[in-house]
């Protein structure tokens, strides 16, 4: 798979555990603008990138520029037919290139060659962007959460 960015041509591949500290450097600058529109620091920004890298879920999006994003998968468990998208991440600077687009539909590639349904993936009410973001690519709204540390909008994508 390989796209243009800032006329580099961006290709994916699997990251590997010598990506922790350019993934936790990823996961700053591009969830850095939700600190202080949510109570909490964003989820992604507590993770071990270390781990991240290293677990066989995690790929990147390179160029010759360098590590230009990522994204992480969690695979279903008791019988959910649907992937987990986690922790879709894109440098600011390189954001609004198909970067994203390019991620997300490898995961959807993913849930298919695995027989599964779909993907589904949740994010916080308050991260509007995200929403938008993925009902443009056709992820549909299944319901919201609410508990004492968030409210979570959970969205869904038939793949079939
Ligand atoms: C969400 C994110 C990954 C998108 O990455 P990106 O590389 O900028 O996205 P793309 O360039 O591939 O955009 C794909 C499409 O979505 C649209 N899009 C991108 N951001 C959007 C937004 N905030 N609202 C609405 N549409 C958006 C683009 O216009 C494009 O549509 P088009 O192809 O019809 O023009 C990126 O903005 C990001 O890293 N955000 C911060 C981290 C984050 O919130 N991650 C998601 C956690 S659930």
Redesign the pocket.
Known sequence: MATAAHGATVGIRPAAAADGEVLAEIARE??G??LGLVDEP?A?LLLDYREVAASGRCHVAVSDDGTL?MVTVETPEGGDPYLV?R??????S???????????ALVEEMARSAGLRGVR???RVE?V??I??????RYEVTHTERNEHSHRVFLRKEIA
């Open positions: 591009a969830y603008k939700y964003p992604p994003g998208l922790n879709l991440a894109v440098r600011p390189c954001q609004g290139r198909g970067i994203g687009r390019k991620l997300v993936l949740w994010t991260m962007d995200n938008a973001f993925y009902q443009g690519l």
